[in-house]
């Protein structure tokens, strides 16, 4: 089977030695996005704007490995604070609006201490 990295510059770059995603012929493996611009710099702002910079992230990545935001078929969250969840789910409600597979664990920490990151999974 092939996997196939995807890069592109419609995203932050991959915050550390690894894919912004790999494709293969069955699905699109997407990174975790933190809220970053396509500089790597951070956004600041709401947990709203900053979930929404996540998403964007993932947007321009599928995109650009021939897939979108409607093919997404689970998605994992990370939030620092549980207390951003209604918050987090407001924008993220507004992207995802087929409602695929999800989870929305709380951790510690994040890179770059962050409070949010989403990854997904998507069809080609």
Same mark, same amino acid.
């Given at each position: 089977?092939?996997?196939? %990295? ?14 912004? $995603? *790999?494709?293969? %012929? ?5 990174? !975790?996005?933190?809220? /970053? @611009? ?8 709401? +947990?709203?704007? =900053?979930? $929404?910079?996540? +998403? ?8 650009? $490995? !021939? #897939? #979108? *935001?409607? =093919?997404?078929? =689970?998605?994992?969250?990370? &939030?620092?604070?549980? @207390? ?18 999800? #989870? /929305?664990?709380?951790?510690?920490? &994040? ?6 990151? +989403?990854?997904? *999974?998507? &069809? %080609?």
């Amino acid at each position: 089977m092939s996997a196939t %990295p995807v890069f592109t510059k419609n995203a932050a770059p991959p915050a550390g030695p690894y894919s912004q $995603a *790999i494709k293969t %012929p069955t699905a699109i493996y997407c990174s !975790g996005q933190i809220p /970053c @611009d396509v500089e790597g710099n951070l956004v600041e702002g709401t +947990i709203q704007q =900053k979930t $929404a910079a996540c +998403i964007a992230n993932l947007k321009a990545v599928l995109e650009e $490995a !021939g #897939s #979108s *935001i409607e =093919k997404v078929v =689970k998605v994992n969250a990370f &939030l620092t604070d549980m @207390d951003n969840f209604a918050s987090m789910n407001e924008e993220y409600a507004k992207w995802f609006v087929h409602k695929p597979a999800r #989870s /929305c664990v709380a951790v510690k920490q &994040l890179p770059k201490g962050v409070d949010v990151e +989403i990854e997904c *999974i998507a &069809l %080609p």
